[in-house]
């Protein structure tokens, strides 16, 4: 059987021109091994930037592109029970998920309900573990606290305003631009500020007297400042990404004066540390709330494998209304 490939062999700043749809030949099934057809794969931040060759894990070249999915048994070998021929799974992280078709351990995929929209499901891997665990573990929140987050109109954003509604925390949501103002507000984000010096003062018309006990980075730059300026004393800021391309600029007064504590998150560091109950229970509270329509993304488009480049253009780009997704066999 023939599968077609999303395959890069060299790194660059201009990412869509490194990647192209490859045909190849599956082999037979070995015992163990299903084979499976990929319904959906979203392209995030992470695989742009393991095509530029900024992120903090890399694969060997040559590689296929795409780190999570979902898709469907379409053939198994003798040996494997489950999951039947039919089912709906989770595909393992790293998997190459932009491809047509994969052949996996049948004991490394995790099966899905039946009757939910594939492409949501597809990004359960990745953005909303981020924004959950970032809302769970690093301080207690009750009903009633307060979080405020930047780059809130970011995929990770959009979960985590939708989870912490869930949770009756309430959060302060602050973008870079006027025109990201209405994605967050769809997403449920009530309180939507725009980034800048006087991010404290809206911050308190707002807040009033009460403690924002967590922050949330995604931005870097003078950014962090601008969030540590929101934060009550003793609070925690939590940095997991850099979309200006800076580091976190922050003064030692907020360290020192204020005992804020700076940290960091990465998933795949979680994946690596947790046990593979946690991880379960994780990606089980995660998929319920995807199944029953309670959390969800924008998408902006879908595309074939054969518009794979220009698919990761359209990721790599700014101002996008929401993810861009493969549709490897649509």
């Known amino acids: 059987m023939k599968t077609v490939r999303a395959r890069y062999t060299q790194r660059g700043p201009n990412p869509h021109e490194l990647i192209s749809p490859v045909e190849m030949d599956l082999p037979d099934l070995a015992p163990g091994e299903v084979r499976v057809e990929v319904l959906a794969a979203p392209i995030n931040p992470s695989d742009v930037l393991t095509l530029t060759g900024e992120y903090g894990l ?13 898709g469907r048994v379409i053939e198994a070998a003798a040996d494997v029970n489950a999951p039947p021929v039919g089912t709906v799974v989770l595909l393992p992280v790293g998997c190459g998920s932009w491809s ?13 309900p039946a009757g939910v929209d594939p492409v ?19 301080v207690e929140l009750k009903p009633g606290d307060w979080v405020i987050q930047n780059a809130a109109n970011s995929a990770v954003g959009g979960y985590l305003v939708q989870i912490a509604k869930l949770r009756g925390i309430n959060t302060l949501n602050v973008v870079r631009r006027e025109s990201a103002v209405d994605a967050v ?3 449920g984000g009530e309180h939507v500020l725009i980034d800048g010096d006087d991010l404290p003062k809206q911050a308190r018309a707002i807040t009033g007297d009460a403690p924002v006990k967590l922050g949330i980075d995604c931005v870097g730059g003078v950014s962090t400042e601008n969030l540590a300026r929101c934060l009550s004393e003793g609070a925690t800021l939590l940095n997991y990404g850099a979309m200006s391309g800076e580091r976190c600029m922050i003064s030692p007064r907020y360290f020192v004066f204020r ?17 593979p109950e946690a ?22 488009q879908t595309y074939p494998i054969a518009d794979i480049a220009k698919a990761v253009a359209a990721a790599a780009a700014g101002e996008r209304g929401g993810k861009i997704v493969l549709v490897p066999n649509g």
């Open 120 to 138: 949501q499901l597809s990004m359960l891997t990745v953005n909303p573990p981020t924004a959950l665990l970032m809302l769970r573990d690093f």
């Open 58 to 70: 890399l694969p060997q070249l040559p590689a296929v592109g795409g780190n999570e999915g979902v």
């Open 100 to 112: 047509t078709h994969l052949q996996l351990p049948a004991k490394s995929l995790v099966p899905l």
């Open 279 to 300: 991880r379960k229970a994780v990606f089980a509270e995660v998929g319920g709330l995807i199944a029953t329509g309670k959390l969800k993304a924008r998408v902006q």
């Open 185 to 187: 507000r769809e997403a």
């Open 259 to 275: 005992d804020i504590t700076l940290r960091g998150f990465w998933l795949s560091q979680w994946f690596k540390n947790a046990d």
